[in-house]
């Protein structure tokens, strides 16, 4: 039995349904903006509602953009011949971050996992692949989660370019199992970087 009103109880149920909010952080939220002045309601309802109608993805790399492409994509002193694949655009601002990569991304928005459906046509895998195939990419830094659907990511990635004359190579395993890349420290993933391996392609 609820003790709220109904729109006091339903403002609690989709606070609850954002990610790392339980139940009493979504009581706080409601009771927050319940007693938030109207026109600082009204500012934080035009600010989110800007940003859906402004950020999108970037055609060349599907980074977060408000413009047609990306600032690093349009950034012409970024090293052109090598491309970093990450999971999400978030992980792209943690590796910024270091300072210890200047060529260009491109953010799969996801991973292969099969046994929840997520397939090659779920992801920007293909868009991967065509990239590769027009531009004269020397290197791909494979700068994926180290968990069981990275590694099976990688994997498929590393599959699918055996016969292209490029060098595979992926982050140093100093980054912990399990771990996202977008909450790895600075150093730790400045280290990753720098020891990258390349991987050898086996017949």
């Known amino acids: 039995m609820s003790y709220f009103t109904p729109g006091y109880q339903r403002s609690i149920e989709e606070f609850n349904k954002l990610p790392g909010v339980g139940p009493k952080s979504a009581e706080k939220l409601t009771d927050y903006f319940l007693k938030l002045k109207p026109e600082l309601f009204e500012q934080f309802l035009y600010v989110l509602n800007t940003m859906r109608e402004q950020v999108h993805p970037c055609k060349n790399c599907f980074n977060l953009t408000e413009g047609e492409v990306c600032s690093i994509c349009s950034d012409i002193t970024r090293n052109k011949e090598i491309v970093c694949v990450v999971e999400k655009a978030k992980d792209i601002a943690a590796i910024e971050k270091t300072g210890s990569y200047k060529g ?6 996801g991973s292969l996992n099969p046994l929840n459906g997520i397939g090659p046509e779920s992801i920007r895998i293909e868009e991967l692949f065509e990239r590769i195939k027009k531009f004269s990419f020397k290197e791909v830094v494979l700068a994926l989660n180290f968990s069981q659907s990275g590694d099976l990511t990688c994997m498929y990635i590393i599959h699918q370019l055996q016969n292209f004359p490029i060098k595979i190579t992926r982050l140093a395993s100093g980054i ?24 050898e392609i086996e017949d």
């Not at 996202?180 to 720098?194: G, H, N, P």
């Open 104 to 109: 260009v991304y491109h953010v799969l928005e």
């Open 176 to 199: 912990p199992t399990g771990s996202d890349i977008e909450f790895a420290d600075a150093k730790t993933l400045q280290a990753a970087f720098k020891g990258r391996e390349k991987i």
